[in-house]
């Protein structure tokens, strides 16, 4: 191969361009990034970012001399618009193209947003560039933040509002924040963590409108009620950036299919991070974009899929204090059951499982036991060849 | 010198966390005792908590691999070394002498 154009430039990218180099790859490498920024880490957005504890040169994900060792081109700033069908040339928004042996794609997903005019004070929490917006609405206080959705990103924010003084009220439709994730018992302990923490926690009730002139001023709930806001941050969930490959040979469903290698049905493209859907699954997790790469470039260079991913989900969470991690995959019959530690002491392992089998484990500053049980899982996920 | 424990309170394969600023992780590697900074260089977690195979230490975060002998990270997601402290057992008690803060091992 002669070149290899890297599509999305941020982790996922950033580590299947390391791999490339890691393993022997020494031609052209052409890495295109929406974004003007080099390579950042997102997690610490809407964690120590978003209080001020952690700056921008501290997202950085990689330095002068590591860049200078990848030798890449990199086309920031510009959104790639197209693959053509045979997956061999990249087209830009800007009309140039870049003709390419192998293409990594890497393009993420983006903040899911709420429908309606937009107003100024409601953001979403995806980007840089959203997290300096929110940063400078919070640095007025105190302000009435409304976030709307329970998940992680949702709580993360409302728990680094709550740090900074601000009045916080999460809104979940759903009966609880996480239920689908971890299951009725561990999402009620969960959600106690914003009553503990200070923020106030609405569930069951979804929004039916935002309002306002120009500004947000209060959000209305399906239920009539009416939450006053000067800030309301929207984190109902994020959609595969999977747009500018319509017209490409590529099957899309929820992200680019892939089998359990990365690669997509043309052996010369493969997709990595939270674009990719691997196997049947499709994982926005940090770990998952940094784990994929090292196979997908594997198989891209050898041109079939030689090896398959490990799948075991795991994601960490800080909120209010707490360090949440979670591995593996539950089901909805799996029972839970504590193994150490409890809710009430406010650091605790619980580990879900099926048929005398442990299917998933669930942290709160346990990190000791919850690496050892992660490994035990991982070590039973089978490996194909 | 910071006395941390009685060298059979800590086991092979055992970690202590010294809460001196910044804290300190000690380690029982197969018999060698160690000492590095406490705090990964890659964002906030604890090495203590941290997973040991041989002079290894995983990170209970990202996974970052760190040699206990040197400081150095072995894999990324760290790109920086953290200090490494020297260590002595004197009547059966565990000492680490904490190097100064600009003697970094980076
Ligand atoms: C606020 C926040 C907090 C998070 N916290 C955690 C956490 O605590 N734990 C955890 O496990 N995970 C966390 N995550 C998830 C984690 O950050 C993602 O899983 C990870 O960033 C995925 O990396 P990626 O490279 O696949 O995608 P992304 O990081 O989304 O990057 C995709 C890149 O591709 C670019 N792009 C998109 N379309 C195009 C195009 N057509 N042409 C060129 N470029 C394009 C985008 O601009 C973007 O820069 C968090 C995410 C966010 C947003
Ligand atoms: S905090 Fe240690 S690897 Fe990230």
Redesign the interface.
């Known amino acids: 191969m002669r070149t290899i154009t890297v599509v999305g430039a941020s982790l996922a990218g950033l580590?299947a361009a390391?791999e490339l180099r890691a393993q022997g790859y020494d031609g052209r490498l052409v890495i295109i990034g929406a974004e003007p920024h080099p390579p950042y880490d997102r997690p610490?957005l809407s964690k120590?970012f978003l209080t001020g504890k952690a700056d921008e040169d501290q997202l950085a994900?990689s330095?002068a001399e590591?860049t200078d060792e990848l030798a890449a081109e990199w086309l920031l700033g510009v959104r790639a618009r197209a693959l053509d069908a045979r997956g061999r040339t990249v087209l830009l928004e800007d009309g140039r193209t870049v003709a390419s042996d192998g293409v990594v794609i890497a393009t993420g997903a983006c903040a899911r947003r709420l429908p309606g005019p937009s107003l100024a004070g409601v953001h979403t929490l995806r980007t840089l560039c959203d997290a300096r917006a929110l940063r400078a609405d919070l640095a007025a206080w105190p302000q009435r933040v409304v976030v709307i959705g329970g998940g992680f990103i949702g709580a993360e924010t409302a728990s680094s509002c709550v740090a900074l003084g601000h009045d916080v009220t999460v809104v979940e439709a759903a009966p609880l924040p996480l239920l689908p994730q971890l299951g009725a018992d561990m999402a009620a302990v969960c959600a106690g963590l914003h009553a503990r923490g200070g923020a106030e926690l609405v569930t069951g009730t979804g929004v039916a409108a935002l309002h306002g002139d120009a500004t947000v001023r209060a959000v209305e709930l399906a239920d009539g009620r009416m939450l006053p806001a000067d800030v309301v941050v929207v984190g109902i969930g994020a959609t595969p950036n999977t747009g500018w490959l319509a017209g490409s040979t590529l099957a899309l469903d929820d992200g680019v299919l892939c089998d359990d290698g990365c690669v997509t049905a043309l052996p010369h493209v493969v997709a990595v991070g939270d674009v990719a859907r691997v196997g049947a699954a499709r994982a926005e997790h940090?770990?998952s974009a940094?784990e994929q790469p090292r196979v997908a470039v594997r198989n891209l260079l050898a041109g079939h899929t030689a090896e398959t991913v490990r799948p075991l989900p795991y994601f960490?969470s800080d909120q209010y204090g707490s360090?949440i991690q979670f591995a593996g995959r539950r089901r909805a019959d799996d029972t839970v059951r504590l193994v150490e530690g409890s809710p009430e002491e406010g650091s605790f392992l619980a580990a879900y499982e099926r048929e005398g089998h442990t299917t998933a484990v669930l942290a709160v500053d346990r990190?000791?036991p919850?690496?050892?049980m992660r490994?035990g899982l991982l070590a039973a996920v089978p490996v194909a060849a | 010198m910071i006395p941390v424990c009685r060298l059979e309170d800590l086991p092979a394969g055992e970690s202590v966390r010294v809460d001196t600023t910044p804290p300190i992780a000690v380690f029982n590697a197969d018999g060698e005792i160690y000492a590095i900074d406490d705090t990964c260089s890659h964002q906030d977690a604890s090495l203590s908590e941290g997973w040991l195979e041989g002079c290894l230490v995983e990170c209970p975060l990202h996974a970052a691999s760190f040699d206990l002998r040197t400081g150095r990270p072995t894999c990324l997601p760290a790109r920086r070394a953290v200090r490494t402290h020297r260590v002595s057992v004197d009547d059966g008690t565990i000492h680490v002498h904490l190097v100064a803060e600009e003697g970094s091992a980076a």
């Open positions: 580590y390391r610490p120590d994900l330095d590591e940090w770990t940094t960490w360090r990190p000791r919850f690496t050892r490994r």
